[in-house]
T-cell receptor, first 115, second 113 residues
């Protein structure tokens, strides 16, 4: 089955700096890669996702890059703000392939943005 | 809130008791999932269901059971066989197909006294 590794487990940055979180996956059949943000005590919420037919996707201060050859994808947050502080999860799943549509999640990165 | 509800928000259980966590969705989603979250452990999959009357074990199914009698509902029972049930439980759902967004419910925090 799929295995997703996420690094670092904790990340502390100064307000205004950039933050990068990296994930690797093992199953070459995976072609959907979402990123979730979870604030303390809340549910995870999708912030951005990428499909394997594109290499990069941006949404304001957030971007995700994908390297299918190397089987890794990254989340980039620019101009970080204190409200970006949360746990971020990467995930991977196949887009098709019978009934196995389950997402495999990384273990999460606790991002702290210091004012 | 994504149309997924979980109840109760907080649940306390005595050792040796079974307890059932509710998950309902009105999004007409085909697939539903149960995750357990412990500090530093990420999201671990307990059970999932792609269609009504069918479900599969996830990575940590021991001590848990589920049913999927209706498309909208996917209750999780934590049995007395689960040795360490205190955790935050998250339900999720998504449309069929691997590249559709997965929505999470607000979670149930279970504490065993």
């Amino acid at each position: 089955g799929e295995n997703v590794e996420q690094h670092p487990s904790t990340l502390s940055v100064q307000e205004g700096d950039s933050a990068v979180i990296k994930c690797t996956y093992s199953d070459s059949a995976s072609n959907y890669f979402p990123w979730y943000k979870q604030e303390l005590g809340k549910r995870p919420q999708l912030i951005i996702d990428i499909r394997s037919n594109v290499g990069e996707k941006k949404d304001q201060r957030i971007a995700v890059t994908l390297n299918k050859t190397a089987k890794h994808f990254s989340l980039h947050i620019t101009e970080t703000q204190p409200e970006d502080s949360a746990v971020y999860f990467c995930a991977a799943s196949p887009r098709s392939g019978g009934s196995n549509y389950k997402l495999t999640f990384g273990k999460g990165t606790l991002l702290t943005v210091n004012p | 809130d994504g149309g997924i509800t979980q109840s109760p928000k907080y649940l306390f259980r005595k050792e040796g008791q079974n307890v059932t966590l509710s998950c309902e969705q009105n999004l007409n989603h085909d697939a539903m999932y149960w995750y357990r979250q412990d500090p530093g452990q990420g999201l671990r999959l307990i059970y999932y269901s792609q269609i009504v009357n069918d479900f599969q074990k996830g990575d940590i199914a021991e001590g848990y059971s589920v049913s999927r009698e209706k498309k909208e509902s996917f209750p999780l029972t934590v049995t007395s066989a689960q040795k360490n049930p205190t955790a935050f439980y998250l339900c999720a759902s998504r449309l069929a197909g691997g590249d559709n967004e997965q929505f999470f419910g607000p979670g149930t925090r279970l504490t065993v006294l």
